[in-house]
């Protein structure tokens, strides 16, 4: 990596309020870490190349919850509820997937989302090498929770326990965090309560505790999939309480079926969510509490789930509906601004994930900028703050990003990948996605 200097008129560094610098820049050492942000006049001295950018740099985005390689099956059973549709297409399709697959879908969505300009993916899925190798050859970053799950065609794969037990001796051997600029966080990621045994589940919270490493699940994403569960416990939250597996750091999808207890115990155990509104309305799960869950002091950030239920990874989409539904469903077109939403794809996402050296522009935190393209009819006073949010969110979202770097190294190039040939991945999707649905 090599350390370099980004210029630009504007700077929003999505670390407090969202006002950005004027004429500003941000320095990013050969370690691929922020070390200057702030007006260019008050800048330090530097050596480093300088690269000038004509419209707005910020963050990368952080997607809080995906299962990118299914970018594969989009489109498959895109007319049924969460369970029919897991039932009766997702799981017959993912047990024709092999490793080459998931290679080819994780290319194809992770190209998709650093063209959006999201940096930083939470991925749930297996083959997790092979993910990972994906993610490395694209310079994205990840945080890697490879799945744990009982559920037909999956079997093949091993038990839960070797599930699990895998990524334990992964995390020992590698650490939670490795590659070039700490590209790849290790996690666990426990499917859900209703594809898992209580035992499976606590003993896998155990095992992230034990390490620090994130367990990440899917919890009360739609009404009848727990009901097992609810009869025992109450709800998934008090599962995952009565059984000793919150206290840790965990991260839990959806959380739609929930009661003003449920958010209680989350709040008590620091539980963070992941929100996922544009999966959530497709598959008629319901809406998330996000007003209640804020106010309650959890940590929130926005995920697009899988490219199959969505169908796309952009998570500006995913910030206007967050606020669409957030406004329906409370009556108050106050609800999550257009600054409170950025805030939950940016560093309320990281903060989600646990990590400070994410989604923010400041000082110690990895290079991961985007600069936006300010020459689009969306922004009618780039020079007003408030307008400024308001345009990126609503207006401009993922066609104005231009350019994108991971620790400081060009990934995107005037909307091109520069590190793989679209054009080859399309082809490989094609051909894959034919198969699968054989």
Known sequence: ?????????????????????????????DAGRITHVGPRAEAPAT??????????????LVNTHAHTPLALLRG??????LMRWLTEVVWPAEARLDAADVRTGML???????????????????????????????????????????????????????????????????????????????????HSAYTLSAEAVATTAAAARERGALLHIHVAEAAGEDDE???VYGSVPAMLETTGSLGGRVLAAHSIQMSDQDVEIFARHDVAVAHCPGSNAKLAAGVARVGEMLTAGLRVGLGTDSPASNDDLDLWEEQRLASLFARQRGGDATALTAADV?????????DALGRDDLGRLRPGAWGDVVHVDL??????????PAQLVSNLVWSAGSRAVRDVWVAGEPVVADRIPVRVDPAEILAATRAAGRRIKG
């Open 108 to 190: 194809a969505g992770g190209t998709e989302m650093l063209r959006a300009g999201v940096t930083t993916s939470t991925e749930m899925y297996f083959w997790a090498d092979t993910v990972v190798e994906a993610v490395l050859e694209l310079g994205s970053r990840v945080v890697m929770t490879p799945g744990i799950i009982t559920a037909p065609g999956m079997d093949r794969l091993g038990t839960w326990e070797e599930m699990r037990d895998g990524i334990s001796r992964w995390i020992d051997a590698d650490g939670l965090r490795f590659g070039p600029g700490e590209r790849v966080e290790l996690g666990y990621g426990a």
């Open 47 to 60: 050596d480093a190349p300088v690269t000038h950018c004509s419209g707005l740099l910020m963050p990368g």
């Open 229 to 231: 569960v609810r009869a």
């Open 76 to 81: 498959m059973g895109g007319d049924l509820p």
């Open 375 to 384: 020459d689009d009819p969306a922004f009618v006073d780039p020079d007003d």
């Open 1 to 29: 990596m090599t350390a370099r200097r980004l210029s630009a008129p504007l700077v929003l560094t999505c670390d407090g309020a969202p006002v950005p610098l004027q004429d500003a820049v941000v320095d990013v050492d």
């Open 342 to 350: 950025l805030a939950l794809a940016t560093a309320g996402g990281a």
